[in-house]
Structures are given as structure tokens and as C-alpha cells.
């Protein structure tokens, strides 16, 4: 499917749901005024009901007829939501298709400093990869997409599942927006899911289950049998009384425990509620590739038991009313009832609610990923190999438009183990070295990759392009560089397997010592189970591959200077720099005497 064709379903679909919800509106305001009709039918009748019993009927029938718009109204007004989300989707497709990522989050709230390279490759905030991916609604599967991001799959096996996965979603449209648009009103936080599962480990308030079971049916049915014998024989009104101020005293005695047990859990409903609409989603869909396939099987177990305590909690919610609470715990015990039965939930199901969670939460992370593997479908997905050597033909940066990303191909682990990058200021060096880092992160994930052809082995990813100190930890940005290496060459020492990505290496000393410190560096690399690459502007690195030509190999990036004008082809070109561009550029501002 070629970029107009693309453009053409989403403004199909927009056009769609936009002429949908034009007429579901004139369906509610019809509704709207039928219910309100109702309404004062009800009121009429229960006057006339005063003055002729006939009239009950009709009392009755208008009540119904009221309930039911009621009931109507409140699903077509759900489903106006859900079809205003699709028209925001589709918008967001199309604007997305022309560069504007604005209506996505950045992710900012995963943004760290100290990972191993999300921070140099822009995995997170403005501009990012995240957001360049991300259609995950819930706050958790915002997480899952970042956790996916920041800590790549284990084994060939799960990828190519995944990667199965989001190839069968990518042909999914309607699954897929109607997914995120069944969450886009989340009101998930970050804290909700670990406080719900905090929930469950709880004590419970009643230790006792048999005892509690036992006088939750029979003191209720006692009071009741009591009352209504109290109606025909009023001898017996004082032990009706009684059995109604045991129930408040019982009440009374948990009333403390029950309101904070109230406050924490509801709420979680509307999160509760948004759970069982996705699974909803989910369910109704069938799949074939294995890993959707375990999902759905979870899923399908989560539905019933996730909507059955949406609705525990929304009925302890009743007891906010306080002439239902006044009436219901005087004959029910109402709200011991209502904690008797959300504990008898936790019981049994307390084991499965996390794993359940979770498997919304992967379902939209691979939803993110489907839809961009469907917004890209020239891309291609990666070939997962033993050998520690990675080679790809016309790789690009994925957030570059097409028409301004230059592709290149590079090899390397066949045999060469450290490529030297040379070239002059913006002459795209930073951004082979990112290019390359992010389409690992994409490949290990079971991603569609902005290449070709792409291949790599299971491999760590480390950079150091962008370190920054920190006044916090009284840290220098050369210390925090120094540690960041030392973390690098740690691993290296216990045989893990590296690709390593480094920019200007210790920039915080001078020429001499950097250009010193950076030749022992790489070549200490050379005796390790890595592959590196060392973007630089200093050509002496460039004479490492005389001592180690079957290890190291240069490569540049060079500008072109045509009529007193710099320009860039920003490809990857075998050897080492001849031209800079920092003196020139100078001369040409003004800055110095040309």
C-alpha cells in the first residue's frame, strides 16, 4: 500500500464516522426529547393515578418507555464517543502522514538520563520514537511500549512471535483503531494499576469467611421475615426493630474500615470499566499468528471476571445515597455485603488480575507497532542471526520523512569489528550512529526496520553520545562520560556480546589526552565480543586501520563547497575525511576574517 493509498483509507474512515456522528446526534437529540416527553408523562400519570387507579397502567408503561430511552441514550451517547475518537484517529493518521505527530504523547515520564541509550537516540519526548510509534491509550500500555523500547526481547524465538504478531495487526484497521479508541477516555495514572494490585494483598476485613457467609443471609432474611410479620402483627414490631439496630450496630462497628476500604477502591472503576471495554475489543477479534493468539486466550478468561468487579464496585458506590444506604443497611447490611463480596472476588481471583492487566497492556503496545508497520509498509523485518555481525541495505532514520532521509548501507562484523566515522560538522555522523541504534532497538523488538534488508544478532546496545553531568550527584559531564565507559568495558569483561555507539569521546579534556584516551580505548575494544562505532572529528583515530585492517575499517561523511556554498549528500563514504567545514562556516558568518 503506496503513502496515497494510505491517505485515502484514513480520509475515507474520517469521512466515515465524521457522516456516522452526524447522524447518531440527530438520533440522541431525538431521544433526548422523547426521554423528557417520558418524563413528564411519568409525572402526569402519577398525578391522574391519585384520582383513577386506570391510570397505573399507563403510570407503569410510561415509566418503562422512560427507562428504556434512558438506557438507549446513555449507549448511543457511548457510542458518540467512541466515534468521535475514530474521527480524531483518522486525523491523526492524516496529519501524521504529513510530519505533524502532535496529537501523540512524548513519553517525557520515561525519559532517563542513565539508561543505555534511550537518551542519546531520542527514544523519548518531543521529536521521538516513542511518539513517532506509540498508540497505546492506557497509561500501561504506554509503559508496556517504553519497557518494549528500553529493554529489547530475549531470544530469535519471542521476536520473530512478535514480529508475526505485529505483521497480523498491521492488516487489522478496524481492530486497531478501535482498540485505541475504546481507551482513548483512560483516566488510568501511573500510580492506578500497582494500586489496585496493592488491593489485593490487602488483609481482609472479615477473617472469617464461613461466619461472615452465614450471618450476611441469615440476619437480613430474619429482619426482613421479621418486618413484614411486624406488619400483620405489630406484637411482634419491638424484635423487628431490634434485628434492624444489630444490623447498624454491626454496621456501625466496620463503618470506619469500610469508608477508607470505599475511598481506595472506587477509585479504580472507571479504570476498571475502561479494562473491561478494551478486553471487550479484544475478544471480539480472532487471530492466527501465536503470540496474539495466547493473549486472546488470557483475555478471554479476564472479560467476565474484570466486568463483575466493575460492577461490585460501582454497587458499593450506591451507598454514597444516603436514603438507599439509610434503607438497604437497616434490612441488607448493605455495605458489609458489598466488602464481603469484592473480598470474596480478591479470593479467588487475586492470582490472575496482574497477568490479566498485562495482556491488555501487550495487546496495545503490539497495536502501536501494528500501526506503524501498516503506515510503512516498505519497511522490512529484521533477520535475527548467530553470527555477531550486522549488515543492512538502505537503512534510514525512521523519523525522517522520505523524501529528506538519505539511506545507506553498512556492514560490519564481517570482519571488522570497529568502524572509525570521520567527517566535519553536520555532515550527518550523529545521525548514522542513531540511525543505525534506533533501527536495533526496532529489529530486537520485532519491529519493521527503515531498510531493506536489515540482519543482526541478540546483541546489547550501548551509547555514549549525549552524556550530561549532574549538579545533583556533584558529577562533571567528563566523570559521567568516564562512567558511562567504565559501565561499557564492565560488561565487555564479562562476555556480553555489545554493539557500541559512541560520539566524540571525551570531549571534557584536551586534544592530546582525547586523542590518546580514544586510540587505547578503541583498541582495547578490539580484544572484546563487541562491535563498535566511533563517530570523530579527529583523523588520527583513521590510523588504526593500518595497525588492525582485518578489525577496524573508515568510513566518512564529507560536504561538498561548490560556489562559496556548503552543502551535504550525508552518504557514507569508504575512507577517511578530507574536508572540515568549522573554519569555512566561520569565515562565512563573519565571525573571523575570511
Not at 464517543?81 to 505527530?101: H, P, Q, R, T, Y
Not at 488491593?199 to 450471618?215: D, E, G, N
Not at 466496620?254 to 472506587?266: A, C, E, G, P, Q
Not at 559501565?487 to 579534556?509: F, M, N, S, V, Y
Request: hydrophobic residues 45%; proline residues 3%; aromatic residues 10%.
Amino acid at each position: 500500500m503506496t503513502s496515497s493509498d494510505r491517505a485515502t483509507v484514513y480520509q475515507q474512515r474520517k469521512d466515515l464516522f465524521s457522516a456516522e456522528l452526524s447522524k447518531q446526534e440527530q438520533v440522541i437529540n431525538r431521544i433526548s426529547i422523547l426521554r423528557l416527553i417520558t418524563a413528564l408523562a411519568v409525572l402526569l400519570f402519577i398525578y391522574l393515578s391519585f384520582r383513577d387507579t386506570l391510570y397505573l397502567a399507563a403510570l407503569l408503561a410510561s415509566i418503562l418507555a422512560f427507562t428504556a430511552l434512558v438506557r438507549r441514550h446513555t449507549t448511543l451517547f457511548r457510542e458518540k464517543v467512541i466515534k468521535e475518537n475514530l474521527l480524531k484517529i483518522n486525523s491523526a493518521e492524516l496529519a501524521a502522514m504529513k510530519g505533524d505527530f502532535s496529537a501523540q504523547p512524548f513519553g517525557t515520564e520515561f525519559i532517563n538520563t542513565r539508561h543505555a541509550y534511550s537518551y542519546d537516540l531520542d527514544i523519548f519526548g518531543e521529536g521521538s520514537l516513542f511518539q513517532f510509534i506509540n498508540r497505546a491509550s492506557t497509561f500501561s500500555g504506554k509503559q508496556a511500549l517504553a519497557d518494549c523500547l528500553t529493554t529489547p526481547l530475549p531470544s530469535a524465538e519471542e521476536i520473530q512471535q512478535q514480529q508475526q504478531a505485529i505483521a497480523e495487526l498491521s492488516t487489522k484497521v478496524d481492530f486497531r483503531q478501535r482498540l485505541q479508541a475504546m481507551g482513548m477516555d483512560s483516566k488510568e495514572t501511573k500510580e492506578s494499576k500497582q494500586q489496585l494490585l496493592e488491593w489485593l494483598k490487602r488483609p481482609s476485613l472479615f477473617a472469617s469467611q464461613t461466619f461472615w457467609k452465614v450471618l450476611l443471609v441469615i440476619l437480613p432474611l430474619a429482619t426482613i421475615g421479621l418486618g413484614v410479620t411486624a406488619f400483620f402483627l405489630p406484637a411482634f414490631k419491638p424484635f423487628a426493630i431490634l434485628l434492624v439496630l444489630v444490623q447498624w450496630g454491626i454496621t456501625g462497628f466496620y463503618f470506619k474500615r469500610i469508608n477508607v476500604f470505599h475511598d481506595y477502591v472506587s477509585r479504580k472503576r472507571s479504570v476498571l470499566d475502561q479494562y473491561s471495554d478494551l478486553l471487550k475489543v479484544i475478544n471480539a477479534e480472532t487471530f492466527e499468528s501465536a503470540k496474539l493468539q495466547q493473549l486472546s486466550a488470557t483475555t478471554h478468561q479476564a472479560e467476565a471476571k474484570i466486568a463483575h468487579l466493575a460492577d461490585l464496585v460501582r454497587a458499593l458506590d450506591a451507598r454514597l445515597n444516603f436514603m438507599t444506604n439509610l434503607v438497604v443497611n437497616s434490612l441488607l447490611m448493605y455495605d458489609l455485603q458489598c466488602v464481603y463480596r469484592l473480598e470474596q472476588w480478591k479470593e479467588k481471583n487475586a492470582h490472575a488480575l496482574e497477568s490479566w492487566l498485562t495482556a491488555v497492556s501487550e495487546m496495545e503496545m503490539l497495536n502501536s507497532f501494528g500501526t506503524y508497520a501498516c503506515n510503512h509498509p516498505s519497511y522490512s523485518f529484521a533477520i535475527i542471526q548467530s553470527q555477531l555481525s550486522i549488515t543492512a541495505d538502505g537503512m534510514g532514520h525512521p523519523l525522517l520523512e522520505d523524501g529528506v532521509c538519505v539511506v545507506n548501507d553498512v556492514a560490519m562484523g564481517t570482519p571488522q569489528k570497529a568502524l572509525i566515522v570521520t567527517g566535519a560538522n553536520m555532515a550527518g555522523k550523529s545521525t548514522f550512529l542513531r540511525t543505525l541504534g534506533i533501527n536495533l532497538v526496532l529489529a530486537l523488538n520485532g519491529a519493521p526496520v527503515f531498510a531493506k534488508k536489515f540482519a543482526c544478532p541478540l546483541v546489547g546496545l550501548r551509547t555514549g553520545m549525549r552524556t550530561a553531568d549532574s549538579l545533583k550527584d556533584h558529577q562533571s559531564y567528563f566523570y559521567a562520560e568516564l562512567n558511562r565507559l567504565h559501565a561499557i568495558t564492565e560488561e565487555l569483561r564479562e562476555q556480553r556480546p555489545l554493539l557500541i555507539l559512541l560520539d566524540e569521546i571525551l570531549k571534557g579534556t584536551n586534544s592530546t589526552d582525547k586523542q590518546a584516551g580514544s586510540i587505547a580505548l578503541v583498541k582495547q575494544l578490539l580484544n572484546f565480543p563487541c562491535l563498535a562505532i566511533i563517530a570523530t572529528h579527529d583523523l588520527a583515530l583513521g590510523e588504526l586501520e593500518q595497525q588492525f585492517p582485518s578489525q577496524v575499517i573508515n568510513y566518512h561523511f564529507e560536504p561538498t563547497i561548490e560556489n562559496d556554498e556548503l552543502s551535504f549528500d550525508y552518504t557514507l563514504k569508504r575512507g577517511i575525511a578530507e574536508k572540515m567545514n568549522a573554519t569555512f562556516l566561520m569565515k562565512k558568518m563573519g565571525i573571523i576574517p575570511s
